[in-house]
């Protein structure tokens, strides 16, 4: 069964950076497809974030950043605010399943 | 502006059957995918499957075939998720997507999310 592996938290505090991997295989990432992030408030819809494993959509601040190489891909957030609290995604299109993927979510804490 | 606007919270008991809807508006329904995601209590996001409205060509994720139907009117702009026997277990909020492109890229917009409790 493929999977998209993300680390269940990471924290930092205010100012700081942060990154949050997400590792798949040649199913998916490595096959290769572009890889996606979105940001998770409770109670809010999910929110693309980067699209295309390094581009941000308008209005989403060049804080963060997106980055793949080979089977894994890395998402970048600089500046930390305590605004970015939030669960982090990934997703990926995997030709296993015939359809999208997403990680097992990341939680930040901004310490 | 490009919107997914679902139906509210619904509240059901177990065996009972349920259709939730995604209203697209803002662009052309028949030319982008549509897919429900699944949330459930304090687990992540799980694609369940898509469909393209121009045709209602329809995929599903393995572990939710058999178990929801997607479907969609084109008439109305309208996409579907629809369950015959509600279980516990089902008890999750559901999210309508889009790919703004093709089913190989990203998803966006999101809808608001329909909350359904399945209790006895």
């Known amino acids: 069964q493929s999977v998209l592996t993300q680390p269940p938290s990471v924290s930092g505090a205010p100012g700081q950076r942060v990154t949050i991997s997400c590792i798949g295989s040649?199913?998916?990432?490595?096959?290769?497809?572009?890889v996606h992030w979105y940001q998770h408030l409770p109670g809010t819809a999910p929110k693309l974030l980067i699209y295309g494993s390094n581009n941000r959509p308008s209005g989403v601040p060049d804080r963060f950043a997106g980055s793949k190489s080979g089977t894994s891909a890395s998402l970048a957030i600089s500046g930390l605010q305590a605004d970015d609290e939030a669960e982090y995604y990934c997703?990926?299109?995997?030709?296993?399943?015939?359809?999208?993927?997403f990680g097992g979510g990341t939680k930040l804490t901004v310490l | 502006e490009v919107q997914l606007v679902q139906s509210g919270a619904e509240v059901k008991e177990p065996g009972e059957s349920l259709k939730i809807s995604c209203k697209g508006s803002?662009?052309?329904?028949?030319?982008?995918?549509i897919a429900w995601v699944r949330q459930m209590p304090g687990r992540g996001l799980e694609w369940m499957g898509i469909?393209?409205?121009?045709?209602?060509?329809?995929r599903y994720n393995p572990s939710f075939q058999g178990q929801v139907t997607i479907s969609a009117d084109k008439s109305t702009n309208t996409a579907y998720l629809q369950w015959s026997s509600l279980k516990a277990s089902d008890t999750a909020i559901y999210y309508c997507?889009?790919?703004?492109?093709?089913?190989?890229?990203?998803?966006?917009?999101w809808g608001q999310g329909t909350l359904v409790t399945v209790s006895s």
């Open positions: 997703q990926s299109y995997d030709n296993n399943l015939g359809g999208s993927l």
């Open positions: 469909i393209y409205p121009g045709d209602s060509y329809t």
């Open positions: 803002g662009y052309t329904f028949t030319g982008y995918w």
């Open positions: 997507t889009r790919h703004p492109k093709n089913k190989y890229n990203w998803f966006d917009p």
């Open positions: 040649s199913s998916n990432i490595g096959a290769p497809y572009d």
